[in-house]
């Protein structure tokens, strides 16, 4: 019981740590950004009607990354390279991100970053650690990993739309994590990166809740992209699988389901637009946090599907997630709300 409870005081001192210099260093931020006018102007596509400064993410990664990094020592020794690979990687995102919160870079740029930045870490996993458990070549299997890691940062960066959705997602994956590698064994080394991940997206949506006082940017949404998808590949690599894919299905199922049905109808999926779930709720007269809350209510519900797949038959937990993700976007795509 001893134990225990010090095991809990450590996770709730980290989060306290990681959460108030995230909170100071995002206020600073802020106010740079102001005075230097990096400000997001409403458009036709957005759903904020105020000039709000972007790239408040800077903040939150300048906190995170430090942790990350020193997280990387207490990895596996077959994981360490890797693991301090990708906080670098990351700070290269963030730097090459914020240059296009500020000036707009090439897409092709952009993409041909992130692939560098993908392939780079995928390099130094041990060639055992495979997604598919050697089923397929191990060129097949990087492969693979490396279009889905992609695909997934950036539709992290599509779906960081509303005020407050970013920060409540992360943190609910981080969450999902630190519970899981409380029982999972194999996963102990997940802690320290999952807990500062609660406690800086926890601080940053003190700024970004409705009404935000500053957006996360590419800065923020990129890194935390590829970062999310490293903690969910580290689930699926030591036997989480159904966890892996159930903590973050909301977002895989608004983003895939809302790209499919924009190609379907002959749009240019690369470009911009409105047609996410939860920017339809908005459209339709609910307000950010009201998205907000109904997300982070059904992620509460995928967390505790995910921590009980171990103890439940083969695909049970999927389908639970998949009714959960259901009824959520059922709730986004047909809320009306009167003026």
Known sequence: ????????????????????????????????????AVLDHPNERSSHVVATPRGGGLGLLAVLLPFWG?????????????ALGLAATMAGLSAISFLDDLRSLPAWLRFAAQIAAVANVLSLLPADHLVFGGAIPILADRVITGLAWVWFLNLFNFMDGIDGI??????????????????????????????????????FLAFNWHPAKVFMGDVGSIPLGFGLFWLLLMLWLTGAREAALIL????????????????????????????????????NGA??????????AANI????????????????????????TAALLIRLATVKVRA
């Open 1 to 36: 019981m001893r134990e225990t409870l010090s095991g809990i005081a450590l996770c709730l001192l980290l989060v306290g740590m990681s959460g108030a210099a995230c909170y100071g260093v995002t206020g600073v931020v802020t106010d740079w950004l102001k005075r230097r």
């Open 70 to 82: 020193y997280s990387a020592l207490l990895y596996p020794a077959s994981l360490m390279q890797a």
């Open 166 to 203: 970013s920060g409540v997602e992360a943190a609910s994956i981080a969450t999902g994590v630190t519970l899981l590698s409380a029982i999972m064994p194999g996963t102990w080394f997940l802690d320290v990166p999952s807990l500062a991940l609660i406690g800086c997206a926890g601080a």
């Open 248 to 283: 973050p299905a909301y977002y895989l199922a608004d983003a895939t389901l809302t790209l499919g049905r924009r190609a379907l109808a002959g749009e240019k999926i690369w470009r911009a637009h409105r047609s996410h779930f939860y920017q339809r709720a908005a459209q």
């Open 287 to 296: 307000s950010h946090d009201w998205i907000a809350r109904r997300i982070l």
């Open 301 to 324: 519900a995928l967390i505790a599907i995910a921590v009980a797949t171990p103890y439940l038959p083969a695909f049970i937990g999927l389908v639970l997630a998949a009714i959960v």
